[in-house]
Each structure stands twice: as C-alpha cells, then as structure tokens.
C-alpha cells in the first residue's frame, strides 16, 4: 500500500508540473551529455595518445650539400663516418633506444615522390635534396630530450626532430573540446540543479496541505518526503536516458560517417560508451535526489 502510495504522488506531482518537469529532464539530458561526451573525448585522446605515440620516431637527420650556408653544417656533407657514429652512439643508449633504422637520401626522395606524387617540387630537386637520417624508435617516447641533448650539434647532424611534436596540435585540440564540454556541463549541471529545487518547491507548495495532514496523523518524514525525492529522481532517469540516447546516436555517427572522413583516427568502440552511460544515471538520479531531500527539509515543515 506504501509503495502504491508513492507511485501514485509521483504521477499526481508529474501532471501538476508537467512544463517543469520537461524542463528538468531536458536540462538533464544536456548536462548528462555533455558530461559522457567529456570523459568519452578523455578516453579517446589517452587511445590516440597510445596508439599514435607508440608509432612515433625520433630523426636524426644528416646534412647535405646545400646546408653548406647552415651553421649546423659548417663543416660540409656528413660522411660515412659520422654517420656510423651516431649509429654507435645508438646503439650504446639501449633499452632507452628500442630499434634504429637508416634511411639513405635516394629511400628519402622515393618515400616523398611516393606520399606527396602531384607536388611541382619533384620536378626542380632530387635525391641529393633529401638529407639521410637515423629513424629511432624510443622504447619511452617522452625521453626524446635525452637524445635530442646527446645528438644535436655533433659533426655532421643537422637536426633532431621529434614526430610527436606533430601530434600535440591535434591532442591540444582534443583536449581543448574536452575542457570546453567541461566548462557548459558544469553551468548545464547548475542549471538542472536549479530546476529541480523549484519544481521539488513547487510540488511541495501546491501539496502542502496533504503533507502537512500526513505528518499531523504521525507519518514519518521519510513517508512524507519520499514521492517528492521519488518524482525528482524519476524525472533525472529520464534525462539519463535521453543522455544516452543522445551518446549512442553520437556513436553510430562517429563509427559511420566521421571514422570514413578521418581514416587516420581509431575511435573508441561502443563498450567505452555503455561503460560510461551507469555513471550517468548514478550521477543523474543522485544529484536530484540530494537536491529534493535538501529543499525539502525546509519545504514540508508543519
């Protein structure tokens, strides 16, 4: 009877707030959203971050014959010597360097020719234009200072370039939609929380007398405020649901437009979403609840 009871207010407290409660679950919805799109965008840049950073090298490149003008160069195009001294200077800074690979400057012009086949330089230089390197692959991409510090400036070595500094553009990128979903979920957040202490406010007011009847009669205030925090909590889990909705429409967008257009980036799959969607109704229902129970305990004195 108890139980019927508190469905039945529920549903009474719905239909007498029915613009509120739409407002509610919306503001809900948006907010979840906004939060599951947060963290779903973390696990997305810690995926590219693994995956991409693992395949990233460290160049060493040598110089050639027009660097003569270049003080790095000063001394004219590397020799085979330098050459393999900076191979044995790898091979010294082991487990640190993971593998080494050469490439001579005809292996450079062909991977050019081969990646960029329209481009009017190909015409006006060739293989003497394309510099030979030491490709490194780091068994701690992050150290890339340690060889920077021990190669830059030897005889012969013109530079040391790192690949991940390409990447970090697009992972400041990333990271800055990631902050910026942040930044409208916690004004999202504050908005719905606002909506449910004044429709929890209004339902209070407009059963004031029944409530006030009920705790005269000896009902526990846990009787008496349960179908309010109830009504709050139900209200949140449809704005949960639509979250996820909003999530997993999201998702099939990604896997089957956008994963087309950017062939380079492995999205994360949908497990990484329904992992993500039990912590949005948690979070949904809790904070509505919390609200109500706080407004209440003002509300439904007698």
Known sequence: MRAQFVLSEIGVGLRRNLTMTIAVVVSVALSLALAGASLLVRDQVNSMKDYWYDKVEVSIYFCIKA???????????????QVADVKAALDKMAPLVQSSTYESSQEAYK???????????????????????????????????VIQSAFAGKPGVKSVDDQRKILENLFGLLRGLQTAAFVIMVLMLFVALLL?????????????????????????????????????????????????????????????????????????????????????????MGMAAVAAFFTLRKYLKV
């Open 67 to 81: 660097d003569h003008n270049s003080p790095q160069c000063a001394t004219g195009e590397a020799t085979d010597q």
């Open 111 to 145: 991977h050019f020719k081969d990646s960029n086949p329209d481009n009017p330089l190909l015409a006006a230089v060739g293989p003497d234009a394309m510099p030979q390197s030491w490709r490194v692959k780091l068994s701690d991409p992050t150290k890339f200072d």
């Open 196 to 284: 449910i202490v004044n429709t929890v406010r209004v339902s209070a007011f407009s059963r004031r007398r029944e409530t006030g009847i009920m705790r005269l009669v000896g009902a526990s205030n846990f009787y008496v405020q349960m179908p309010f925090i109830a009504e709050a909590a139900f209200a949140a889990l449809l704005g949960s649901a639509l979250a996820s909705g909003l999530l997993i429409g999201g998702h099939f967008f990604v896997q089957h437009w956008l994963a087309k257009k950017v062939q380079f980036i492995t999205f994360i799959g949908l497990s990484s979403v329904m992992a993500v969607i039990p912590l949005l109704v948690v979070v949904g």
